[in-house]
């Protein structure tokens, strides 16, 4: 399964906007295993932003970083306690806007199976992770309107273990799935997908 993934991600050429907003970047940390599991995150509530939201390791790229690479790897290890050297990293996807207008670059990276990971407590609440096919079988608990410079998207939002995944963490997501595993899971808009917003 990861092989396929790194196949597709070494061909892959992610779309970048021409924007000088300000950027971000997270770490899409998949498990080395047969069964491979997303790592994710819900954030601390007492956050002025994303407070109590579920997402990927990340966040905002310090002028001291060299690149968007390094910002992942650096808050991936700030938040959770994930050493860059424990990471094969693939590729980026293709760059995301977020509601705070952020520019935000998803990493995507392999991580040992046995990683031991320790959230920080001032911006992390806890770490669990997802089996990638629960995403693949596409079990959503719902499916969110999108709109983004006059396009919507329709998005699906998940439930697993008490935790919606939902918004641009379930976007980038989907982006992956859809990218490195032909999971087809739609998300411009389509009839059959209108009666479940």
């Known amino acids: 399964m990861l092989d396929q993934l790194r196949e597709k991600l070494s061909r892959y050429q992610g779309r970048r906007f021409d924007s000088r907003v300000r950027q971000a970047s ?6 080395d295993s047969d069964d491979p599991h997303v790592i994710l995150t819900k954030r601390a509530a007492s956050l002025s932003t994303h407070g109590g939201e579920i997402a990927f390791p ?14 992942a790897l650096r808050e991936a290890h700030e ?11 693939l590729a980026p996807l293709g760059q995301v806007m977020s509601k705070h207008q952020l520019q935000v670059t998803p990493w995507v ?13 001032d911006e992390i609440e806890s770490i669990f992770t997802v089996p990638l096919r629960f995403f693949l079988e596409d079990q959503r608990h719902h499916t969110d309107q999108i709109r983004f ?3 919507t998207h329709f998005v699906p939002a998940y439930e ?3 935790h919606i995944i939902w918004g641009l963490t379930a976007y980038m997501l989907i982006e992956l799935l ?5 999971a087809d899971i739609p998300m411009k808009p389509r009839p ?4 479940e917003c």
């Open 192 to 195: 059959e997908h209108q009666h």
């Open 58 to 71: 990340g966040g905002r790229h310090d002028l001291t970083d060299p690149d968007l690479l390094f910002t």
């Open 149 to 151: 410079k006059g396009m």
């Open 26 to 31: 997270v770490l899409i940390a998949l498990t």
């Open 178 to 182: 859809n990218i490195g595993f032909d």
């Open 79 to 89: 938040e959770v306690g994930l050493l860059p050297e424990d990471v094969e990293v």
């Open 160 to 162: 697993y273990d008490g």
């Open 109 to 121: 990276g392999i991580v040992p199976a046995s990683i031991q990971l320790t959230p920080s407590p």
